[in-house]
Nanobody
Framework: QVQLVESGGGLVQSGGSLRLSCSVS????????MDWYRQAPGKQREAVASIFGRNLTSYAVSAKGRFTISRDNTKNIVYLQMNTLKPEDTAVYYC???????WGQGTQVTVSP
């Protein structure tokens, strides 16, 4: 049984930083494709960043240059470092494992003006 548990969300001022963590447990390959998604109130869930294998990454246009996805396979954790946060980054952030389509419960990020 695969479980994804996000943490690290919170309230931060515009321009601040947060680091989200996704702890992965269960039968999942250490270099499987992992994503971060987000969903703002009244909006559809959107992909933010993906990591393929050890360190091949891709980003949404809104995240490029500000967010960094990474993984620590020794700890089975996927990170999302978010810098220069903006109010429009306010959303619930979800971790997603592509193989098996597993989702975490989400962590709230709120960026105040």
């Amino acid at each position: 049984q695969v479980q994804l548990v996000e943490s690290g969300g919170g309230l931060v001022q515009s321009g601040g930083s947060l680091r989200l963590s996704c702890s992965v447990s269960g039968s999942i390959a250490s270099n499987s494709v992992m994503d971060w998604y987000r969903q703002a109130p009244g909006k559809q869930r959107e992909a933010v960043a993906s990591i393929f294998g050890r360190n091949l990454t891709s980003y949404a246009v809104s995240a490029k240059g500000r967010f960094t996805i990474s993984r620590d396979n020794t700890k089975n954790i996927v990170y999302l470092q978010m810098n220069t946060l903006k109010p429009e980054d306010t959303a619930v952030y979800y971790c997603h494992a592509v193989r098996g389509d597993h989702w975490g419960q989400g962590t709230q990020v709120t960026v105040s003006p």
